[in-house]
């Protein structure tokens, strides 16, 4: 079957932060653009970032975008490429004083300059005390972010597919990227959306787990299309655990709460992160204040009438700074804690909530994979930002506030290479032949599978697997058990049958379609969990690789642009 | 607990019908978003909007037992069986309990939502003050999940020519905006017997928000801003 094909100079994959800061760029420059989103743009997930952007303006106290780098290349526990950090931490504040002109409504200090709030592993000096680098709107700040980016593309015209979804990647023999085969959700028709150049910005998969601060759209869908059509993903084992979702409901509650002075306790009242971060406490990074957590709980000093969560205490900042600065928060915990954190404290435990890897990309945006001698060669015409991509400066452990900066910085930068790389390569190449073959062969698939299992059962099964042999704690035996039952789930996931056929917004249809990406997400975490025999940021194993037996790796860039290599050391906070 | 949905897939039904569901809820289950998810797994045809389930994305509006809300931050609890959910009021209808937004979409597009200043950008921020700031609390924080809209009388009449609650909520955001310029421009554009005058005032809107925002005092904003330029 031939399919209906639109042409565009770029296609855009997907609307949220990284999505709309690139797509601006690309319309502004004339180009035409195409942008997908499997909801309307607003309703992206940066919606609910919460806590701020993290950029060295140095409106509250002296601060420097070195040591921003610093506490970034710190946080990843060194496995950051120091020149993508560099870029990121030196750009951040030109992108956030942007957003600011674009009508970003920030919280503001008595001087008019925008108010920001301290946050964890951002610290001054390198590593000397907490420094307030988050530049904030309440605790809504990625509900404003993603408006105003939304609202500047209305200005600029851009043209979006709202409710379409991409289903795989297409790519020439030559392995060049030629834009992605995609289905309207309204007629559920399919067709492919020809690009010169076709940029990524899916967001992330929390979805694999049980409990997760991720939305029910965050399904990974950019990871699965890049590895079905042979893309290796990076540094899949690193899943941030958020140290405070909301006991039993995964909503999140920022760590801004902690930043404007809440701090957390266990079940005799102890504020036990000053035994495990004696300097930055609560405010250390989150790598050490799940574990810190976990141990707690796993050493019987757990809140509640089974041991199983922490409370964080915030009353003593009074309703006042609650309500000015913290309303979303106390909304959120009379709603899904049933307790008023103006009087109680939250329940909150470790929930996963950031997908420190992905799409390989550098600096600029452009998609690289290992191909003869070379482990970072361009993938021509294929960009990824947010996210979904690994550029990487989150390295092991994303610091609070890193991700909204890295959508902006790098959702531009990828904009500006794609811009490049249209003007220097001016001719459109032909699709091939079986362009759409993969996708027509996977909707035929579900059309006709009898004797399937459901989606959900399979997908449950995923995301109790995940959460069991994936936590916070790994273990050799439960990862390595682990990889075989995940491997069996991918296997099941491949027969699943729906009933719905209709033709129109079929949304069993479409979850079937975002479990083929899940399970190629959930399947490369516990593969790499299980083959890395090291703790390192957020993974933390209970044992290390044996003499000679360590993997080859994708080499970290230990060199920045032009400052001077921040050396390893050993991480204390 | 039981539900009665409104149901109609235009590929097969010639026309509407309530169906009524009998569903077992887990103790996790707390939100009316649980249960539509519970019932989805056992008949996976039923189609609805969702994503944050936390009530800051706006997918999941719909009426709930006549009233319109989001159903990932209604509980359970609080509601009477059997839990009556519809489309949105007003819309035309894509599929069971998926609405076509486009014309609410339209409004709000037409309000110019974005900032104007036309003055060279300085290098750093442009500065506002706490005080100018707050002016925009009670009007950012709209998720556009056209809840007040739909439920608006005025709307529902006149859905191509009168802007809506939310539509007129955020023209008033970028009026109330120390940065912004175009204040007699964004007054001009609202100045018709449809586009603005269609609203009477009977606070549907506000009742209806689920985030607790008030389009009709930001309406008497604007009402009384063209007030004063006439006088
Ligand atoms: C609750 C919460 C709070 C957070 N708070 C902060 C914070 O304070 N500071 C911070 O720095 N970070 C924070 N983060 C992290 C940060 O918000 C996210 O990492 C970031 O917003 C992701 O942005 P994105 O643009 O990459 O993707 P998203 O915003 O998730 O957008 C993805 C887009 O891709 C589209 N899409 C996906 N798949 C497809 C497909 N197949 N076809 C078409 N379109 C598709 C979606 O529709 C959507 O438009 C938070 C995260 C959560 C969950
Ligand atoms: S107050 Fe105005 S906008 Fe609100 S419901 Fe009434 S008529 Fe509609
Ligand atoms: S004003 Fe309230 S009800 Fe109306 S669209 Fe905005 S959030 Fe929804
Ligand atoms: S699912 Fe986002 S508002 Fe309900």
Redesign the interface.
């Known amino acids: 079957m031939a399919l209906a094909k639109r042409s565009f100079d770029a296609v855009v994959v997907g609307a949220g932060g990284a999505g709309l800061r690139a797509a601006l760029q690309l319309s502004e420059s004339g180009l035409s653009v195409a942008v997908l989103s499997k909801?309307?743009p607003?309703?992206?997930?940066t919606?609910?970032a919460q806590g701020g952007i993290g950029a060295a303006?140095g409106n509250m106290d002296e601060d420097s975008w070195l040591w921003h780098m610093y506490d970034t290349v710190k946080g990843s526990d060194w496995l950051g490429d120091q020149d993508a950090i560099e870029f990121m931490c030196r750009e951040a504040p030109k992108l956030?004083?942007?957003l600011?002109?674009?009508?970003m409504?920030?919280?503001?200090?008595?001087?008019?300059?925008?108010y920001q709030r301290p946050f964890g592993g951002h610290s001054q000096n390198f590593g000397e005390r907490p420094v307030q680098r988050s530049c904030c709107?309440a605790d809504?700040t990625g509900?404003?972010m993603l408006?105003t980016l939304y609202?500047?593309n209305?200005?600029a015209h851009t043209q979006f597919f709202v409710e379409w979804m991409a289903l795989d990647l297409v790519r020439d023999s030559s392995g060049q990227v030629l834009g992605v085969t995609a289905l309207e959700m309204?007629t559920g028709e399919v067709m492919i959306l020809n690009a010169r150049a076709t940029l990524f910005a899916t967001g992330g998969a929390g979805r694999i787990f049980w409990s997760t601060t991720n939305?029910?759209?965050c399904t990974g869908d950019g990871l699965g299309m890049a590895a079905r059509a042979g893309i290796p993903l990076e540094d899949m084992e690193f899943w941030q655990f958020h140290p405070t979702g909301v006991a039993?409901?995964g909503?999140l509650i920022t760590e801004g709460v902690r930043g404007e002075g809440g701090y957390l306790l266990n079940k005799n009242g102890e504020r036990f992160m000053e035994r495990y971060a004696p300097n930055l406490k609560d405010l250390a990074s989150r790598d050490i204040v799940s574990r810190a957590m976990a141990t707690e709980i796993k050493e019987g000093r757990g809140a509640g009438p089974h041991g199983d969560y922490l409370l964080l205490k915030l009353d003593h900042l009074g309703p006042e700074v609650i309500d000015k600065r913290l309303p979303?928060i106390r909304?959120?915990s009379k709603?899904?804690a049933n307790i008023d954190p103006v009087k109680d404290p939250i329940p909150v435990v470790p929930t996963v909530h950031y997908m420190m890897g992905g799409i390989p990309a550098n600096y600029l945006g452009e998609v690289v994979v290992p191909q003869g001698g070379n482990p970072e060669a361009v993938v021509p015409g294929f960009y990824a930002a947010g996210e979904c991509a690994c550029a990487s400066v989150h390295g092991a452990n994303r610091l609070g506030t890193n991700s909204l900066t890295d959508l902006l910085v790098f959702g531009k930068a990828a904009a500006e290479s794609m811009i490049k790389f249209l003007k220097e390569n001016p001719g459109r190449k032909d699709l091939p032949k079986d362009a759409a073959e993969r996708t027509l062969s996977r909707l035929a698939r579900l059309d006709n599978q009898k004797n399937g299992e459901?989606?959900?059962e399979v997908a449950t099964e995923m995301r109790r697997t995940m959460q069991s042999h994936c936590g916070v704690f790994r273990f050799p035996d439960t990862l390595a058990e682990g990889v075989k039952k995940i491997r069996g789930i991918a296997d099941r996931a491949s027969r699943t049958q729906?009933?719905?056929k209709?033709?129109?917004?079929?949304?069993?249809r479409l979850?079937a379609l975002e479990l083929d990406n899940l399970v190629e997400v959930a399947r490369a975490s516990m593969v790499s969990a299980e083959a890395r025999k090291e703790s390192r940021g957020a993974h933390d194993r209970s044992d290390q690789y044996k003499d000679g037996d360590r993997l080859e790796y994708k080499p970290v860039h230990m060199k920045p642009l032009t400052a001077r290599t921040i050396e390893p050391k050993v991480r204390t906070y | 607990m039981r539900f009665r949905i409104f149901r109609y897939d235009p590929d097969k039904d010639e026309k509407p019908a309530m169906r009524g569901y009998d569903v077992r809820l887990d103790p996790h289950d707390r939100m009316l978003l649980d249960a539509l998810i519970r019932i989805k797994e056992q008949d996976d045809s039923l189609s609805l909007r969702r994503s944050c389930r936390e009530g800051v994305c706006g997918s999941d509006a719909m009426n709930i037992n006549g009233k319109n809300g989001l159903a990932c931050i209604t509980k359970l609890a609080d509601l009477k069986e059997p839990v009556e959910l519809r489309p949105l009021p007003g819309l035309p209808v894509i599929r069971d309990l998926i609405v076509d937004m486009s014309q609410f979409f339209k409004q709000y597009h037409s309000i110019k939502p974005y900032l104007i200043n036309d003055d060279p950008v300085p290098e750093k921020e442009r500065l506002q003050s706490p005080r100018e700031r707050e002016e925009l609390d009670g009007l950012y924080e709209c998720i556009l999940c056209a809840c007040c809209s739909t439920a608006c009388p005025s709307y529902w009449w006149n859905p191509d020519k009168f802007v809506g609650p939310a539509g007129l909520l955020q023209a008033y955001r970028f009026i109330a905006d120390s940065r912004d310029q175009a204040t007699a421009e964004r007054l001009d554009n609202l100045e018709d017997p449809y586009r603005l005058f269609r609203c009477h005032s009977i606070m549907n809107c506000v009742d209806a928000c689920p985030k607790h925002l008030n389009p009709t005092r930001a309406i008497g904003k604007i009402k009384e801003l063209l007030v004063k330029r006439t006088v």
Do not use: M
Request: charged share 25%; hydrophobic share 40%.
């Open positions: 909801v309307f607003t309703r992206s997930h919606v609910a303006l956030v004083y942007e600011e002109h674009f009508g409504p920030f919280d503001r200090n008595e001087n008019g300059t925008v709107a809504r509900h404003a408006h609202q500047r209305v200005r309204e939305a029910f759209i039993g409901a909503v979303g909304e959120i709603k899904f459901s989606v959900a729906i009933k719905d209709s033709r129109v917004f079929n949304t069993a979850e």
